[in-house]
């Protein structure tokens, strides 16, 4: 078996019924080809680099799974037709995936994340600086070229 994630991006007016049942369209694609499903996320709604198909937002779903090389593309058929869905990638994360040994190496980032519950990972740590403005905490002491800003 092998690790995949796919993201794929939802309308930003879909509602949540429509949402949930997308979700669980790829979570039974992925069942009924034989694959095991390790998460779903919904990431919210985003506003995008550039607008795709005159939208400057959209909905992020993640879905990380284990599966034979023949899933992605049933998966990426069936995302193809839906209506809701402006674009989707698929990424192959791990080639020869054992599920028992993923089993026990998602048990042990569950330990992991537990003890570091305070902490949140995605948020920016705040370094003390001294009291310059410069990046390494010296005073900025070049001036400005009156004639360069013309």
């Known amino acids: 078996m092998r690790e995949y994630e796919t993201i794929v991006l939802v309308k930003p007016d879909v509602g949540d019924e429509p949402l949930n049942k997308l979700a669980q369209r790829i979570k039974s694609i992925v069942d009924t080809d034989g694959g095991k499903f ?45 209506d809701d869905v402006i674009r989707y990638l698929t990424v192959q994360l791990e080639d020869a995936v054992d599920p028992a040994s993923r089993d026990a190496k998602e048990l042990e980032t569950l330990k992991v994340v537990a003890e570091a519950e305070d902490e949140d990972p995605f948020r920016p740590r705040r370094e003390e600086h001294d009291e310059g403005f410069g990046p390494m905490g010296e005073d900025f002491e070049g001036g400005f070229d009156e004639n360069e800003a013309e």
């Open 38 to 82: 390790l998460q779903m996320s919904s990431w919210g709604k985003k506003k995008l680099a550039y607008e795709i198909a005159k939208y400057p937002k959209a909905i992020f779903l993640h879905a990380n799974y284990l599966s034979k090389s023949n899933t992605p593309k049933e998966l990426e058929r069936n995302l193809r037709i839906s």
